[in-house]
Structure formats: structure tokens, C-alpha cells
């Protein structure tokens, strides 16, 4: 049991938000077991990266399906990008979401009730923490920047499909030098490689597939650094 509970706090700490309690829980333990227990190899990166995928889901909303006789005809697909608002905006544990909930209801109707200014209220408590006002801006911008897709009974997969546009319009607009980011992994082993004699940037790009000679010595570069920072 300590062996899990240590692997879920590295879970934690080193999964982006947005991976955190995705797919299986029983996926994100076996890789991180073997992350534990063995080295990666420099240059099977991609494939040591590929242990335990996730299995496809599916989608079912309130309705759970039941096990003996699963609709195997609905959609499937690696960890669906889709919450309600409720998951948005509830904590994880689900007694401090009610305490917040309480103290919320409270605190809003005594604002109501009594005529208190919350403008001057936020000046007050700024007093003690002089980074509020920061912190919650900075909370706002990062919640501005996910965007979610609400689907009723009234909404078509056109209206979907447009509002993915939208999105990824608006995503594309922003900031942004033009180009994809680098793999990563496919750098870190270009580099490993790369010390070998016989690898030459034109290998490298073939193996990889990345166009040129030019690109290939990029990745080098680029894994080469990761390691130096490491």
C-alpha cells in the first residue's frame, strides 16, 4: 500500500493538471511502477513512453452502462475531453467543496442582507494578503483560456463542429512563433544517438522522418539541453 500511495504522489507532482486523475487509474500506476524500476533506454524513448496506454472510453454522462452488456456501439476514445460544470468547479474532495459551498451561501447572503460594499470588503482583506487580487486575476486568465463545449438536447453535431472552429481559431490567434514544438522524447534520443559514430544528421532524419538534416540537428541541439538541464 506505501508503494502505491508513493507512486500516486509522484503522480502529483510531476503530471500536468490536465492529465491528473484521467483514463485508469491502474495505467498512470504501472507506468510510473516501471519509471521507478527501470531506466529508460536512450533511444527507445518513444516506445518506453508507449507502456501501458490507456484503453479507449466512452462517454456515458449520469447513465452508467451495465458491465454484463456495455454499448459497445458508442463512441470511444483516449481520455474524452469532456466535463461538466460541476467537475469544473468543484474541488477534489468533495466534504471541503461542501464546507466552500456552505461558507459561500453564507458569506453571500449576509453581503445581501447587510449592505456591505464588497469592493471595500476585497480592500480590507487585501490588507492581510496584499497578492490576493494578483492570485485571483491569475486564476481568472487560466480558466479564460480553457474552453469547454456545452452540448443540450437542442444541439446538432454542426453546432459542435462550428464551435470547435471557433476554438481552435481563437487558440490559434494567440501567441505563437509558428512553429510545432519539438518532441521531446524524439530529441532526447536523437541526442543519445548522436553520440554513436555511426549516426550522422541525415540518419537521424530518416529515422525519424524529419525532413532534413537541418531539423535533425535541431533535435540534437534541443535534447542535448534537456540533458544538461537535468
Excluded at 507506468?31 to 484503453?55: G, Q
Amino acid at each position: 500500500m506505501h508503494w502505491w500511495v508513493d507512486l500516486r504522489g509522484i503522480q502529483q507532482q510531476v503530471l500536468p493538471e490536465k492529465y491528473r486523475d484521467r483514463g485508469a487509474l491502474g495505467d498512470w500506476n504501472r507506468f510510473f511502477a516501471v519509471c521507478v524500476l527501470y531506466d529508460p533506454p536512450e533511444t527507445e524513448l518513444l516506445a518506453f513512453a508507449a507502456f501501458s496506454d490507456p484503453e479507449p472510453e466512452g462517454f456515458y454522462g449520469s447513465r452508467v452502462p451495465e458491465e454484463a452488456d456495455p454499448d459497445e456501439s458508442s463512441p470511444h476514445m483516449l481520455t474524452p475531453p469532456i466535463k461538466t460544470l460541476q467537475e469544473l468547479t468543484e474541488s477534489k474532495d468533495w466534504a471541503l467543496d461542501c464546507i466552500i459551498y456552505y461558507y459561500m451561501e453564507q458569506l453571500r447572503s449576509k453581503v445581501t442582507s447587510s449592505g456591505i460594499d464588497p469592493y471595500q470588503l476585497l480592500i480590507e482583506l487585501e490588507k492581510d494578503d496584499p497578492g490576493l487580487r494578483e492570485s485571483y486575476l491569475q486564476k481568472v486568465e487560466r480558466d479564460e483560456a480553457r474552453y469547454f463545449i456545452e452540448v443540450d438536447e437542442r444541439t446538432t453535431k454542426d453546432d459542435v463542429y462550428s464551435a470547435f472552429r471557433m476554438i481552435r481559431a481563437a487558440q490559434e490567434a494567440g501567441p505563437s512563433d509558428g512553429r510545432p514544438k519539438r518532441n521531446q522524447l524524439v530529441a532526447l534520443e536523437c541526442a543519445a544517438l548522436y553520440e554513436l559514430p555511426e549516426w550522422t544528421y541525415k540518419k537521424l532524419a530518416e529515422r525519424y522522418d524529419l525532413g532534413s538534416k537541418d531539423t535533425a540537428k535541431r533535435y540534437v541541439e534541443e535534447g542535448q539541453k534537456i540533458r544538461e538541464e537535468d
